[in-house]
């Protein structure tokens, strides 16, 4: 999206440039700020009410994005090809959860967030929906538009489900690690050179996203949704190709 905002703006078509970006803006502010939600209000319902003194409860966006990291990184990773990963996070106290397992909740309420996401965006696009052809040639653009989202958050959910801290993947399990793994994973040096690796091999190395569609055709698959208007959604809304 942001390569057909440089395109029309290089075009000289202004207004649908703009339309373009605060489109696509609202879609990762809207994420963003729902899987951080669902991560405070997890934390709520098991003991820390310190979330609702921060603001969490509130869906209120500039509690949850991150100019660098919601914004900025994601952005420029686009421009450059890649896939865009927003990221944000919520402060959890986790001494005041009832359990250790509550923070398994926790971290799991953020991607499964982004699940329904996926699932809310891609119904319309259900044959059983009728409201779209899935074979015909081309579609209006709000079907490009919910596929494209609906993949994003698909994939945002897979990734955030790798259990390398600082992912929630890592969150999930992290209670079945010993206390000194646990602390030794927490150090900073640590979850930065496990991010940046993971960030390297998922950028540079060919052929490293095929998991995620493959996960994507899984699950189209067992739902019956067009997985083939999700990808053309894709190429469409955020890279300007033909459909």
Not at 221 to 233: E, S, T, V, W, Y
Request: net charge negative.
């Amino acid at each position: 999206m942001l390569m057909q905002f440089v395109r029309d703006l290089q075009s000289g078509d202004i207004q649908s440039a703009f339309i373009v970006l605060i489109g696509y803006g609202i879609a990762i502010i809207l994420g963003i700020s729902l899987h951080e939600f669902a991560h405070a209000l997890v934390a709520y319902w098991g003991g820390d009410r310190s979330v609702r003194d921060k603001g969490y409860l509130s869906l209120d966006p500039t509690r949850y994005i991150d100019p660098v990291f919601s914004l900025l990184i994601p952005a420029i990773v686009l421009m450059m090809g890649g896939f865009p990963l927003p990221g944000a996070a919520v402060q959890i106290n986790t001494a005041a959860l009832r359990s250790e397992r509550w923070n398994a909740y926790v971290s799991a309420a953020g991607p499964a967030m982004n699940f329904i996401l996926f699932l809310l965006l891609a119904a319309p696009l259900h044959p059983v929906a009728g409201l779209v052809d899935p074979y015909a040639a081309t579609q209006p653009t709000w079907v490009y538009f919910l596929g494209a989202m609906a993949m994003l958050n698909f994939v945002v959910t897979v990734f955030n489900l790798i259990p390398i801290p600082p992912l929630d993947g890592f969150g999930i399990i992290e209670h079945t690690f010993d206390y000194e793994t646990r602390w030794k994973l927490h150090q900073p040096q640590v979850v930065w050179a496990c991010f940046a690796g993971l960030m390297l091999f998922l950028f540079t190395i060919p052929g490293s996203m095929r998991p995620f569609v493959f996960m994507l055709e899984q699950v189209c698959g067992a739902l019956g949704l067009p997985i083939h208007l999700l990808l053309a959604g894709y190429g469409v809304v955020l890279f300007n190709e033909s459909p």
